[in-house]
């Protein structure tokens, strides 16, 4: 009996080590960047975007936004990552050194016009994040202008569901894929219609993932995997009568 006490007690002290580091897991080391601002005081500037995610207040992003220099943008596989900021190191910091959290929604391109250190913030291989303006001045002065920050990659906490708007034409599907928790960068979509089977999608730029399948008059089902390697699935997200414009709500990763 005292030995399977003790078994138990071990597997228990296992289980929740094993646990702590999966809750973990995907929160990444501080590295050093740099972090100007765009978009206006209102942020309307920084809708649209190289991600393609459109109208970012309705698309569940508000103001909490950063446009990513090409080393981190990852010719937009980035798109959707969230990421901690802090100011550091300049008397333009806010006192305390409050942290900002966003996420990747757009590309911060290079200016080759301009030295790396003077203008040329995105230039390669900087790392760099264009803030929203609402958002930089959370951490910083409006005059300073650019700011050095600690940065680190953590984990989107999002409200409800993952979000699937689906345009094209009945030969080629395009699904925006949006509101995505956990690792928040998507490296894989599948799609599956109530007449076919799992077929493989291709991402066309941004989060938007393509297939040229006829799909119409189908409810379609859709598996999602994001950078940490998991998958979530959700089943039956569109009615068979679903009509291209629209935009479904599916399931979403726990955080």
Known sequence: ???MTVLCIVSLIAFSTAFVVDATSHVGPWKSAHATFYGGGDATGTMGGACGYGNLYSDGYGINTAALSTALFNNGLSCGACFELKCVNTKWCHSGRPSIFVTATNFCPPNWAQANDNGGWCNPPRAHFDLSQPIFLKIAEYSAGIVPVAYRRVPCRKRGGMRFKISGNPYFNLVLI????????????????????????????GQNWQIDTVLVGQSL??????SDGRTTTSWNVTPSKWQFGQSYTGNNFSV
């Open 221 to 226: 089902s859709f598996s999602v995997k994001t």
């Open 1 to 3: 009996m005292a030995s």
């Open 178 to 205: 949006t509101n995505v928790a956990g690792a928040g960068n998507i490296v894989k979509v599948s799609v599956k219609g109530s007449k076919t089977g799992w077929m493989p999608m291709s991402r066309n730029w």
